[in-house]
């Protein structure tokens, strides 16, 4: 007997044939129970295991409608809340053999790692509880992306958005703005981190069904009555401290050692003091050659480590959000918000 939860998330699958929507549900039940050993591990024994690679080999099975079922149950859980953040970032499938690479895996970081890439939107409440994927991107590189290193930042800026990988951000923000128009009784707030600070993302916010909060990496132009170019960090530095919050900062190891960024770097365990601020800005928009873009009109929330130690870059948090910030208890909050789920 399978498990009435295995029942209900399956419960509109559609694979073309009984048999695969019967082996769908067997495979799920079998994988949920012990998800970090392999297929062969977790199937019992040999009959089960050839089952579960001729279901994966079947050409009516792919990814949308494996995922599908599991998009509808995700809904029908969101449908009962009042509030859900939908969070989207990328993750690796690192698939990564020492001989013999494995069929339809790309390049991960154009050297010797080979996987796939999945972008997905998920929901959860408020607390942290998982509702499950409203939406999702799975793709692989079959050599080095046209956007690598090797180009400049203003080489890579004159591509147009459609014709790269970051356009996924754009689609799953659409997805949450989607899924918030279907379900009006249900108040939505994407969240995104760093790698989502793309001024195409930022435009296509407006006017759209659901809230968001992202974590800003670039010092943007924004619009101001001073003289000179004014910039997005040195404008909410302006603005009062709303409060001053000691936290615990977890001490970590740089994974590149030529990686120069600050938030890529090695650090020791220590408790940080934080100063919060908040201002709304304009953002000036860059230029595109396809296009031009709009101002973009936003509340900002800046947490900013005091007097950090020599030896170590300062801890910040800069986030951008459509939410109005009025007391410190919100900016907290958003903060907040972002440290866990961005």
Not at 1 to 25: I, S
Not at 119 to 126: A, V
Request: with cysteine; hydrophobic share 40%.
């Amino acid at each position: 007997m399978l498990p009435d939860w295995v029942l209900e998330e399956t419960k509109d699958v559609h694979l073309g044939d009984q048999r695969l929507n019967d082996r769908m549900r067997l495979i799920l039940d079998h994988l949920s129970a012990a998800p970090a050993v392999s297929i062969p591990a977790a199937c019992e024994g040999y009959a089960q295991m050839a089952a579960a690679y001729r279901f994966f080999d079947n050409d009516k099975v792919h990814f949308d409608n494996v995922l599908d079922p599991h998009v509808h149950a995700s809904r029908r859980r969101i449908a009962g809340q009042e509030r859900v953040l939908l969070v989207q970032d990328t993750t690796e499938i690192d698939l990564t053999r020492p001989n013999q690479q494995v069929r339809g895996a790309g390049t991960l970081d154009g050297s010797s790692r080979f996987g796939m890439f999945l972008h997905p939107l998920m929901g959860f409440t408020p607390d942290g509880t998982p509702l499950g994927i409203v939406h999702a991107k799975v793709w692989n590189r079959e050599e080095k992306p046209q956007t690598s290193q090797s180009m400049t930042r203003s080489e890579r800026a004159q591509i147009p958005i459609e014709q790269k990988e970051s356009m996924r951000w754009v689609e799953a923000l659409r997805a949450a703005g989607e899924l918030a128009a279907q379900v009006p009784g249900t108040r939505f707030l994407m969240v995104a981190d760093s790698e989502s600070d793309i001024y195409e993302v930022l435009e296509e916010t407006s006017g759209a069904a659901c809230g968001y909060i992202l974590r800003a990496c670039q010092d943007r132009a924004v619009v101001s009555d001073d003289w000179g170019e004014a910039r997005l960090r040195a404008e909410v530095l302006k603005a009062p401290v709303l409060t001053i919050k000691t936290i615990a900062v977890r001490g970590r190891k740089a994974r590149i050692s030529t990686d120069q960024r600050s938030r890529r770097q090695s650090r020791n365990d220590r408790m940080a003091v934080m100063e919060v601020r908040s201002t709304r800005v304009t953002l000036r928009p860059p230029s595109r050659p396809d296009r031009t873009l709009s101002e973009v009109t936003l509340n900002v929330v800046l947490a900013s480590e005091v007097n950090p130690p020599a030896e170590e870059p300062a801890i910040e948090w800069l986030l951008l959000t459509s939410e109005p910030v009025q007391s410190a208890d919100e900016a907290l909050g958003f903060w907040r918000t972002t440290r866990c789920g961005g």
